[in-house]
Structure formats: C-alpha cells, structure tokens
C-alpha cells in the first residue's frame, strides 16, 4: 500500500508536469483565477466569463481560422502560485495570451512574467495602479483604484448633498482600501468632513464595533467598498444599529447575492459600475440573457469583465492576424471596442478609458441613476 | 474612551463571543479527552450551517412556513449533521492513529478540514460562492438603553448558555461524564476499569460535532452568509479562546471566548487599523502571565 | 517533448559529471572517515545535474521554477525543523520570520538602493541584503523564543501563531512597505544556482549542528526537559538558540522567495502559509532533515502535477475534473499521515546526512 502511493504520487507528478503538450490546429489562450481557497467565488466567475467569451468565438468559426482552447488555471489567490500558473501557461501550455486574474497581488506576481516573455495579459479586475505599470505587455479591463472613489465622492457630495462621511473597508485588502483612500481624499478636497474611517479585518463576519463608533459619529454617507457579500452583511449591521442614511460603493458591489443576503438593508445602497443591466445596448441584452441561458444566474462584474476582457483579447489577436505578443500587444493598444462594460480604448498606461454608471438599489432591484464620463 | 467602551459595543462584544463559545465548547471538549487540536472543528461548524440551510429549503417546501417549530426541527438537523461528521471523522482519520504520536493526528485533522472544505467547494450544486443564510426566526430588535439589541444575541447567548450548563452537568455528574474524565486523566487505567474508551471517545466528538453544528446555524443566522470556507477564522479564534480559557476546562472555554469577543470588539473600536493585532496581543500577554490559560489547573509534569 | 533524447541527456551528464563527483567523494569520505566531503560533492554533482538541464532547456522555465519554489520550501522545512522536530518546540508562526526576512532585505534592495540586477556589483548588495533579513528575522527569533521558556505545547503554539499574525498585521499597516499593496518591483535576483546554496547551507548547518554537543543538547530538550536540565543542559539558552537559528534561515528563505516572485505581500505570510510548512516538516518526519527535503520536493510537485493530470484527464472525459486538484491533495496528505504515520521517512536520514559513526 505504501509502496503503491509513492508510486502513484510520483507518476501523477511526472506526467503532470513533463507531460507533453500537443496539438497544433489550434490557439491556446490562458485564464487564470482562484477557483479554491477563500476567493474561490470570483475565481469561478471570471473562469465563466472567459469561458462564454471562447464559446461565443470558436461557433462563430473561431479565430485566424483555428479553434480557441481556453487552458485556464487555479491560482487559489495566491501571489506564488500565481507566479508558477503564469510559468506553466506560458513555458509548458505554450499559450499565446492570458487574460487574469481577479486580485491584484496575484496580477503583480504574474506581470512580470509575462512582460518578459512578451506574452500579452489583460487582468480583468485587477483594479491597483501598479499592474500595468509593470510594462507594456500588461493591459486591465477594469477601472483603477482613485478613480471609482473620487466618483463616488463626487456623487455623495453632489447628488446626495452629504457634508459628513465615514467610510468602511477590508485592512488587507488593497482593492477596498484604494477605494475608501480615494473616497477619503476626494471629499475632503470638495470640503466635506470625514467623521469615521473605520478598517476590518479581511475575513470579518462582525462588524459592529467599527459601525458603532461610525453610527455615533452621525454620518450623512457611509462608504463600504468591500464586496458584495461583505457589504451585505455590513449592511444589515449598520441598519440594526439605527442608521437609515445612504450606503455607497463600487464596482465589488455588483451580483445577484447582494440583495439575497442584505436584503431591505441594502436599500438607499449607490455603487459605481461599468454598465447598468438596464442599458439597452444590444451588446449588454445580449450578454445579460445568454449568460442566464448558459448558468442559470444573473452575471456579476468579475464574470462581465472576464468576458470582456478575453473579447478584447480575441479581438486584439484578430486585428493583429498573428500569434505575436509583439503584434497582438500593439493591436490592443491601438483597440477600440463596444464590450459590455462600455466602449473601451486604453491609454498610455494601457487602463482602459470608459465612463462609470451610478446604480442605485430600489426595491430589490438595480435602477440605473446617472452616467459619469472620465 | 466613551466610543470605545459603551453599553453598544459590550453588546457587540458578547455577541461574537456568544459564537466564538458555542464553538469553543466542542474544540475544549475533544481536547480535554484525547488531547488533539482539531483542526477540522471549524468545518463541522461549517456543515452545520449547510446542513440547516438545506434542512430548511427542504422543511419549508414540505411543512411551509418558519418560526419556532421550524427552527427546532433545522436546529436538530444542524445538530445531527455536525454529529454525523464528527464521528465519521474520528472513525476514520482519527482512531487509527490514537496510539501513534500525537502531531501525526494534528496534520492528519488539517488534512480532513482541507479536504472538506475543497470537496464542499467543488461540489457542483455547493460550489464556492457566497450564499443567502434564510432567516429561520425573524430579526426583532428592541433597545436597551441607548444601546440596540437584536433578539439574535439573546439566542446566541441562551443557546450557549445552556449548552455550557448542560454540558458541565453532562460531565460532572453523569456516568458518561464520568468516564469522560477518567479517559481524560489515564487513559490506560481507565480500560483496566472497564472502560470501553473508544466509545467514550467517540460520543465524546459526537457531542463536540453537535455543538458546533448548533453554531452553523446560530452563525448562521446572526451572519446570513454561508460559504465553504467560513469555518476557518472562526475555528481558529475559537481554538484560541479556548487555550485562552485554560484547554480542556469547560467554564473557562466560555470564559476564554467571551473575553476574546470583548477584547477583540473594544481593538477594534480603538484602532480598527490594528484591530486584530492588539487582540493578540492581549492572548500573549495573559499567556506569558498564566501559561496554562486562565482557568487551566497546574499539573506537575510527570518525571 | 520527445522523451527519447531527455533520457540519453539525463544518462549522459549523469555519467560524465554526477557519477565521477559521487565517487570522488565516496574515495575522500572512506580515506579521512568524514562525511563531508561526500555530501558536498554529492550536492554539487545534484545542483549541476540540474543546472545543465535547466540552460539547455530540458528542463524549461516551468519546472526550473517549481524546483526553485521546493528548495525555498526545503529551507523553509528544514529550519521549522530544527525548533519543532529537533528542538521538541512548537511553532505555529514561521511564516511570520519569513516575512521578515522578505520585508528587509525587499526593503534594502527596492526601497533604499533601488539596485538594478544590470550593475556589476549589485549582486553583492542582494547576498548582503539577504543576510540582513536573516539576521532581522532571527532578532525576532530571540524575541518569540522567549515565550517558550514558560510555556508548552499548544500554549506554545498559539503564541507563535499569535506573533505571526502581529507581524501580517503591522505589515498590513506600514504604508512604506506598500501596506496592503504590498511590497512590490523587487528585482529578480533569485535564481536557481543562490536558492540552491541557500538551501544546501541550511541543510548543512542544521545537520552539523544536531551532531555537535549543542545538537545533542537540544535533542535531550526534546526527548526530556527536565531531565535535560538535571544533566546540566542550559535549557533556556538552547530553546532561544533554536527559535534564533530557525527564524534566521526562515528570514533568508522569505528574502529569496521575495526576490523570486518580485514582490511580497502580507497575505502570503499568513496562518496558512505556516500550515503548509508545518505540514511538510510531519510528513517528510519530524526530526529527519531528509524526510523534510523529500517531503518539500513531493508535496510542491505533486500539488503541481495534479494540475496537468486533471486537466487531462477532464479534457479527455469532459468534466471539470481541474476543481478537484486540492481534493485529492487532501487525501493524499491524510492517506500518508494514516498509512506512514511518522511521515514519509519517520526519524530515519539519509546516510550522506549523518556521521558515519551514526549507525541508526
């Protein structure tokens, strides 16, 4: 029995890693996400975005002529696997493009990787400033950190006429704390008053002894730049505890679950997206009722902008007519295309330019509320 | 400091302590006979909830409605799932290595906690996402004071409550209880007794995978959001408080988890940056002051 | 790839440079009646053996990779060892040093020379920033050392679990090391041949140390304490030692996993991340350095060579067999600790690891 498992494992280990890669009627693109560990949620998400995205293509007679395979991989959230998944997809599975992956730690191990080997990455939903800086190689779908706060600071300000805000967000996490940081900045600069920055720690379940001290502190607005399931529960706490005021957020937000779990509390919720399901775009119906069709639930934005961020991708490789990183990278940076989450060219940074929309929750619902442009 | 320490925020302390106890209870117990940390305790707690989330879909299409009778019948069925894998758990990765050394148990039970956490989250119809806890008995809140209460931390700490009273009565004045101990202090001389000590043993973790099944579902429903993963943090803390509390003492997991809901709740006010970090603090500090926790009893090492 | 030629590669540098190295070493090792020179050659034929398949790309950039990810890993192991296996101690916080060791020298590198890997020279500063992170983490290492002079076991172990996550959290919250962003734009540095030595050294000096008298004085602290302090063993200073030398060598390993990913990130310095060292130090076998070598190398592959194989094979059955990769890495793990329950080699070593008067 010992002797058999040593000799299972190794085998298993040897044809897994050596094992050889074949097959050349087609274009091998690489995915990556974290489909086990805590993340593992989004991870399957953006591994269905990717996967419409390539089903989409290879029936529409797929690209250059040749079938899309999609090699998509686990990088369970974590900055070294990441960097080995980014090694395999590249030196072993040979692929000719990635499009990953959700958090922005894991993008940061992967970027280099991949600018050094001139393979082309889109990160849909890695939203820190620093992942495309890394090189010219390195593209994201996704809106950076400052620029959904400042908007949702605008908006507080503007539309909502709060002068006092708190805010709430994940101590490890750099996705929600850019966010709030960006929020905090912004509303001070418009004159407003920051009576509560309050920070939980990432995991947290209870959230009542920082929305205590923000509840007494009398806020107008209250922040909460988490993600939907975090916000939900932050939702409801904040509620029991007596606030009735307005809750503000960003992109995170977006999914089918944050209404099944908040409930009522999330009603009088804002949150900044890339497009509203009301929108009657073709493009976004059209995505918006296949995807029910195909998994039987209402996309969130980390299956949207995987989807968008391999179409742009498929495009890219389509206009470049090649395989080459260097071809493809300069027919992405040269794109301009309607995707679900808006029309989307890239700067010099490779960030894409596109406007935000406010989407208010009423009555269980996302309504559409206002267009915000760049 | 009025921000800091006020009648709401002992509210809020007590209620993370109430869940941190519930599972606090199981991990001490289990300890205290075989002197193993389970790291699996954190995903019975887990099942639990999964398991009063299905029983109630499941009771509802059938019976209809909620309230009281409802909530008994998914709190049995919590209690039931949590037994169930308690026992399989020590039937199978635990009892074959009772006599080997005591650290191959330990990653033996991280093993079983990661295997059902993936297996839960690659279960097709489980899946990793985040999913909507119902609420099986409808929220109410009433005020205190200036201080509001929901009808959920009453639960929470009468649920608690009774289970430590219940337990400490199981355990000093049963037969089972009696023998409970006495597997706990030798496990050699209580065979010679006539023990049967795996029995003991295993009712011994069928009573640990009950409680924590009942804090799924209290979890549950005082944090409606489930997922496979969700029994990690909460096992871990618990785990502390109950080193906290002296391991292996009953009163003194409850005593352990209710100052780590406390501390962790008056941190967090403070300085949320930091937050967590001065919690542990605290945890090392009262270490280095009582090394065998604060109602740990003093044992003479055996020469 | 063709399997034919990597074989007659592999049998060709294994007959011209390993074999030749193995037997000068066995002729030396048999003449001065030390194992030294043996084990030194043998590590140099081994990191050649692999070095050549690595540049003559036998070996490409992905499994070059996983092999630098295991030799971290066995260093990472060996020197949780020392305190938990040899020592008798119980650290639930050794990822915590790692950390470290990653911030500082990631700091001396990135932040305050900015060095980049193309100036001559640089590399001396990277090996000088390296050790300044070991040398940081084994301070730390003095400091959670002392905890374990009153306490024991599991209160022990939630001590260091609680340094740990102290350590994460005020990372999380020094923005000039990045915070939450982490640390990042470090250069690569790291590569196979300074990982290799890293890794090599820890074994070493870990294993010269179990056999000198300081080795055997922490040995006896495992096996009695007590007695250990009857015989005259100062058992408060050789507990301190172990956390100090353990967290050391765990501090130049973070450096080098910094240094090798270009970034480093508090999350990856977790509880978890410490569960999965621990884990390779019970099942490679608590106290044996080879045990923890071999444990290090299969838990990194096999975890790695799951993903080819059920990518396979749900290609070829059409289901998402990929979702499954850590299921069977759990079973595998508790299958090992059920049907090897002192680990894949108990408290057995190598003989090129032990004296040759060590007759086990």
Redesign the interface.
Known sequence: MKRALLIVATVLAVFGIFGCAQGGGEIKIGGVGPVTGEAATFGVSTKMGCQMAVDEWNAAGGLLGKQIKLIYADDKGEPAEGATVWNKLIQQDKVVAIVGTVMSKVSLAGAPISQAAGIPMISPTSTNTKVTEVGDYIFRACFIDPFQGTVGAKFAWDDLGARKAAAIFDVGNDYTKGLSEAFRDKFLALGGEMVAFEAHPTGATDFKAQLTKIVQAMPDVVYVSDYYNDVALIAKQIRELGYTGPLVGGDGWDSPELTAIGGAAVENGFFTNHYSKDDTRPVVKEFVAKFKAKFGSEPDALATLAYDAMYLMLTGIKQAGSTEGAKIKDALAGISLDVVSGRVQFDASRNPVKSAVIIEIKGGQQVYRTTVNP | MGSIINAQQIINGLQLGSIYALIALGYTMVYGIVRLINFAHGDFYMIGAYAAYGAFFLFNAVLGGAGGPMAVATLLFAMLAGLSIAALTNRFAYRPLRYKPKLSSLITAIGVSMFIEYVFSATPFIGASFRAFPAIIPQSLFKIGSATVSNYVVIDLAVAGTLMIGLTVLVKWTKLGKAMRAVSQDKDAARLMGIDIEKVISATFMIGGAFAGAAGLLAGMTYPRIFPYMGILPGLKAFIAAVLGGIGNIPGAMLGAYIMGLAETFASAYNSLLGEGIAFAILILVLLVRPRGLLGEKTADKI | ?EYKPVLQTLKRIGSWIVFPLLSVGDIVGRKTGRNMPRLTLAALGIYLYIYVLGSTGVF????M??IN?SLIYVALAASLNLINGITGQFSLGHMGFAAVGAYVSGTFTTLLFKLNPSVPGAYLVFVGAIVAGGVAAALMGVLIGF?SL???G??L???T???G??IR??L??ISYVG????L??IP?FSNFTIIFAAAFLTILVIRNLVHSSHGRAFLAIRENE?AAELAGIDTTRYKVLSFAIGAGFAGVAGGL?AH????A????YG?MGS?MV??MV??GG?GSLTGSIIAAF?LT??S?????????LGELTNLPL??????I???????????????LMGNKESKLLMLPEDKR
């Open positions: 790839m490409n950039g992905y499994v990779h996983i990810l905890p009153r306490l024991k599991d209160y172990a939630i001590v679990l609680g340094f996550e102290i959290t005020i999380n919250n915070g939450p962003r982490g990042l734009g690569k007590l996993f090798l990913l270009q970034m990130h508090p999350t990856q509880f569960v621990l884990i019970y099942a608590v299969s592959f096999l790695e060579g799951l993903r080819g194989v059920l990518d396979g990929g979702d499954l990769r850590m299921v890495y759990a079973l595998l793990l508790i299958l090992i600790m059920l049907f090897r329950t002192e680990g």
